[in-house]
């Protein structure tokens, strides 16, 4: 059943809205002018109006139970909220705007180089139409792939995101529909697909009227967000057919290439077809009719295989998922941190079984959680599985928002690039990464609510008790904390900036153009450590490639034992070119060979071959 209201030729629009408790719901039109139209119910509780005489714009509430005195409330399914969180919602036509991507059917997922951005952290305007001068560059790159963070209607004008509470409507502040379709079509327009981050496990507390219309939530489980959405509970085919249609609208009328959904450990659904499992095939089926694959990924603190395994195996059946064991291993060993999750993590052998199955934890015993965690993801494509050594959770979510350019050395950096870059999964790279952007990125929001805005802040201290910050955190509701987030897009030119911003673009090129490493595939992957060096040999058909990480801060004596033919070097993170302190490894290497690896350096080698071979 779609919902919201859908703009037809001719001046007529159909409204729908469920509400299947209430016993009178009308249509009250308040610009250009006043009207109040009624509806009708059917028995599966949609009320819905064909209304003539509209134009694209007019703005609208509904009137719950009383003809003349309300409560109004904005439409739940609102594709516009021009006046925010508590204001009329807006009719928008989606027939006018002027595609140019007809022939555009997306980047392969196993072929994506995601880039995560937030449209009003991005650049100084904060706006979709401010992002779109710089893909050019991030193009260049050799990003093909950008992540919106959320941008469904919050309250004011900053916040993450996470707070949406119209999840069908696309923030006023950042441009609204016309804004987003515009960066979208030039996103095509230059191959580069898009990824949006939506909301499915809660809906923001400000400006959420859904409680006025349907069960929407149930207090049969508990979120840190409140009572959960109802997904398994009475009337909750409704609830699902709401959140299936926003999948199904980011795709229709914004040309959306593929979904991340935010935290699904947090949706909680014990029904025999769970919802994840349903969203999945109403995609599949989207997909089918338009002869283009459409894409769900998933953020997912469970290490459950189950979210991206085929129905037949009794999984979910998404595309792709998160995978924060490579960013903990990562990060652990590059900083020392050992405060909160971290416990679990900072040991070689956590890094060589995350590079060669993806889970550290599947099925063993977590110190931070006091029990058993997860279950062994080796038999999935390497493809389902998104990595990372920052992003906005594990930056933002600090007391200080510190990126690793702040806690890491420029070596440790480049190190960081290379364990991401040359893995054989899906990168994702947080936006000013690629040229170690100094700047922290806070949490920040601005909330009318006063008694809500000081739950924020007592909540954040909470959330970081486990890891031991003494200070205090900045404000989330300052304007300050969401100026200081803002990148320095000149320093990318600068420095130490150019020279690492030229190093990934280096790296990215490799991933690209070396068909061992642009074959994720785990069974042509050999991962083995000796000491704090990590050896990572892939394959593909006669290419050959050994990647050869020192972890160590220090400059390492290693033996490296390659199979019969020269090898080549590729890349040196410790070359002079790359600001390193200058690299003790030839050019071309053969059989056994003892050399110096520098400290927190990694070297690529490619196996020649003859002809013959």
């Not at 889970?359 to 389902?384: C, L, M, T, W």
């Not at 050994?546 to 220090?554: K, V, Y």
């Given at each position: 059943m779609r919902l919201g209201a859908h703009f037809k030729n001719e001046g007529v629009c159909e409204f729908t809205v469920w509400a299947p408790l209430r016993t009178v719901v009308a249509i009250r039109l308040v610009r250009p002018e006043e009207r109040i139209i009624p509806m009708e119910k059917d028995s599966r509780g949609y009320w819905s109006a064909s209304v003539r005489d509209i134009i694209a714009g007019a703005r609208y509430f509904y009137r719950l139970e009383h003809e003349r005195n309300g409560p109004d409330r904005p439409d739940p399914a609102s594709q516009c909220q021009p006046e925010g969180v508590h204001g009329p919602s807006q009719v928008v036509d989606h027939s006018c705007f002027h595609w140019e991507d007809d022939e555009w059917k997306g980047v392969k997922l196993s072929k994506m180089?995601?880039?995560?951005?937030?449209?009003?952290?991005?650049?100084?305007?904060?706006?979709?139409?401010?992002?779109?001068?710089?893909?050019?560059?991030?193009?260049?790159?050799?990003?093909?792939?950008?992540?919106?963070?959320?941008?469904?209607?919050?309250?004011?004008?900053?916040?993450?995101?996470?707070?949406?509470?119209?999840?069908?409507?696309?923030?006023?502040?950042?441009?609204?529909?016309?804004?987003?379709?515009?960066?979208?079509?030039?996103?095509?327009?230059?191959?580069?697909?898009?990824?949006?981050?939506?909301?499915?496990?809660?809906?923001g507390p400000e400006g959420n009227y859904l409680w006025d219309y349907a069960p929407y939530f149930t207090d049969k489980y508990k979120t840190p967000w409140g009572n959960a959405i109802n997904f398994d509970d009475e009337y909750s085919n409704g609830v699902r057919n709401f959140f299936i249609e926003n999948a199904?609208?980011?795709?229709?009328?914004?040309?959306?290439?593929?979904?991340?959904?935010?935290?699904?450990?947090?949706?909680?659904?014990?029904?025999?077809?769970?919802?994840?499992?349903?969203?999945?095939?109403?995609?599949?089926?989207?997909?089918?009719?338009?002869?283009?694959?459409?894409?769900?990924?998933?953020?997912?603190?469970?290490?459950?295989?189950?979210?991206?395994?085929?129905?037949?195996?009794?999984?979910?059946?998404?595309?792709?998922?998160?995978?924060?064991?490579?960013?903990?291993?990562?990060?652990?060993?590059?900083?020392?941190?050992?405060?909160?999750?971290?416990?679990?993590?900072?040991?070689?052998?956590?890094?060589?079984?995350?590079?060669?199955?993806?889970?550290?934890?599947?099925?063993?015993?977590?110190?931070?959680?006091?029990?058993?965690?997860?279950?062994?993801?080796?038999?999935?494509?390497?493809?389902?599985?998104?990595?990372?050594?920052?992003?906005?959770?594990?930056?933002?979510?600090?007391?200080?928002?510190?990126?690793?350019?702040?806690?890491?050395?420029?070596?440790?950096?480049?190190l960081a690039a290379g364990l991401v870059l040359l893995s054989p999964y899906i990168p994702l790279l947080f936006m000013g990464e690629e040229y170690g952007e100094e700047a922290p990125f806070l949490y920040f929001v601005s909330h009318g609510d006063p008694d809500l805005v000081e739950a924020v802040r007592k909540g954040r201290k909470e959330e970081f008790r486990s890891f031991r910050w003494k200070e205090e955190p900045p404000d989330p509701q300052s304007e300050e904390a969401f100026l200081n987030s803002k990148i320095h897009w000149s320093k990318r030119n600068i420095g130490t900036h150019r020279i690492l911003k030229d190093f990934y673009r280096q790296i990215i090129f490799l991933r690209r153009d070396?068909?061992?490493?642009?074959?994720?595939?785990?069974?042509?992957?050999?991962?083995?450590?000796?000491?704090?060096?990590?050896?990572?040999?892939?394959?593909?058909?006669?290419?050959?490639?050994?990647?050869?990480?020192?972890?160590?801060?220090?400059?390492?004596?290693?033996?490296?034992?390659?199979?019969?033919?020269?090898?080549?070097?590729?890349?040196?993170?410790?070359?002079?070119?790359?600001?390193?302190?200058?690299?003790?490894?030839?050019?071309?290497?053969?059989?056994?060979?003892?050399?110096?690896?520098?400290?927190?350096?990694?070297?690529l080698f490619q196996r020649e071959y003859s002809h013959a071979e």
């Open positions: 180089v995601i880039y995560e951005l937030h449209v009003g952290a991005f650049t100084a305007e904060g706006t979709f139409d401010a992002v779109i001068p710089r893909l050019a560059e991030i193009r260049e790159l050799g990003i093909n792939a950008i992540e919106l963070m959320p941008v469904a209607q919050f309250p004011g004008i900053r916040n993450w995101g996470y707070d949406g509470a119209y999840p069908f409507a696309v923030q006023n502040s950042y441009g609204g529909p016309e804004g987003l379709k515009r960066l979208v079509n030039e996103c095509h327009k230059l191959e580069i697909s898009v990824i949006l981050d939506v909301v499915y496990n809660h809906l199904l609208h980011w795709f229709q009328n914004y040309h959306i290439d593929a979904l991340r959904l935010d935290a699904v450990h947090g949706i909680f659904d014990r029904s025999a077809i769970p919802f994840l499992q349903e969203l999945a095939q109403s995609v599949e089926k989207f997909s089918a009719g338009r002869n283009r694959t459409f894409c769900l990924t998933a953020e997912s603190d469970l290490n459950d295989s189950r979210i991206i395994r085929p129905r037949e195996q009794g999984g979910d059946a998404l595309h792709a998922q998160w995978c924060d064991d490579f960013h903990h291993s990562v990060h652990a060993l590059l900083t020392g941190e050992k405060d909160g999750y971290y416990i679990d993590f900072g040991k070689m052998e956590h890094l060589m079984k995350t590079m060669r199955e993806g889970f550290v934890y599947s099925g063993g015993y977590s110190e931070f959680r006091k029990r058993n965690h997860g279950n062994s993801s080796i038999d999935r494509p390497a493809e389902q599985f998104i990595v990372f050594s920052q992003n906005h959770d594990q930056t933002g979510n600090r007391a200080f928002g510190e990126r690793l350019s702040t806690l890491a050395s420029f070596e440790s950096l480049k070396v068909p061992a490493l642009s074959n994720l595939d785990k069974k042509a992957l050999e991962v083995t450590a000796s000491g704090e060096t990590l050896i990572v040999k892939r394959w593909k058909g006669t290419d050959r490639i050994l990647c050869i990480f020192n972890i160590a801060d220090r400059d390492t004596n290693v033996k490296i034992r390659l199979p019969r033919g020269e090898w080549n070097k590729l890349l040196d993170s410790s070359d002079m070119r790359w600001s390193g302190a200058g690299t003790f490894l030839p050019e071309r290497v053969k059989g056994t060979h003892r050399t110096i690896l520098r400290g927190r350096s990694f070297a």
